[in-house]
């Protein structure tokens, strides 16, 4: 077994609106072609589904922990949220938060075996941002442009944390 081939769901998270974190949850449904069963983002296109690496929200975290140690944080968030006191799994709105996996280096078209029944398919690796999120103004920065990934559904099924993910390589990787 090889470790950058299989990784495991750290969480899973849903939000009913859009432009907030997402909640972690012990389990959510994925139907093919729609995305997360009650997350506001679900529907059809390249972004039914969207994952971050549980290391790159790590390597946010030690930012925020270092400008609250400094003093640099803001006193309140834009756009009417409180500062958040903690970085952790759903706070750059991603669906799945995983570990061991290199996902912003996948090839788009890379099949992911997540638990016992879902696949999922790489469709796009990172996103535009419209306006700079409550990350961005926290910390200056925000990965969830250049590491988040996203993805279509092509067999449904229920994800859980704690399920496996693995690079299928019998799938077709053919890049749409």
């Known amino acids: 077994m090889n ?8 969480s899973v ?13 012990p389990e ?14 679900s529907g059809p296109g390249l972004r039914q589904v969207s994952l971050l690496a549980q290391e790159s929200v790590d390597r946010q975290r030690r930012v925020f922990e270092q400008r ?6 803001p006193g ?11 970085l952790g799994p759903g706070s750059f709105a991603e669906n799945l938060t995983v570990e061991g996996l290199p996902l912003p280096q996948l090839p788009l078209g890379t099949r992911l ?4 029944e879902v696949v999922l398919a790489v469709s796009k690796i990172g996103k535009e941002c419209h306006t700079e999120c409550t ?12 590491e988040g990934v996203f993805a279509t ?6 994800v859980r944390p704690g399920d496996e993910v693995r690079i299928d390589e019998s799938g077709d990787s053919d890049g749409q």
């Open 135 to 146: 990350i961005f103004e926290l910390l200056g920065d925000c990965v969830m442009p250049r």
């Open 28 to 41: 959510a449904e994925l139907r093919m072609d729609h995305g997360v069963v009650g997350d506001a983002h």
């Open 68 to 73: 609250r140690e400094e003093g640099t944080l």
């Open 76 to 86: 309140q968030c834009l756009k009417g949220y409180d500062v958040i006191l903690e």
């Open 3 to 10: 470790p950058s081939k299989v990784g495991r769901v750290v």
């Open 113 to 116: 075996r997540v638990g016992g």
């Open 13 to 25: 998270n849903v939000s009913a609106r859009k432009g907030v974190v997402k909640a972690p949850v």
């Open 153 to 158: 559904v092509v067999a449904g099924g229920v």
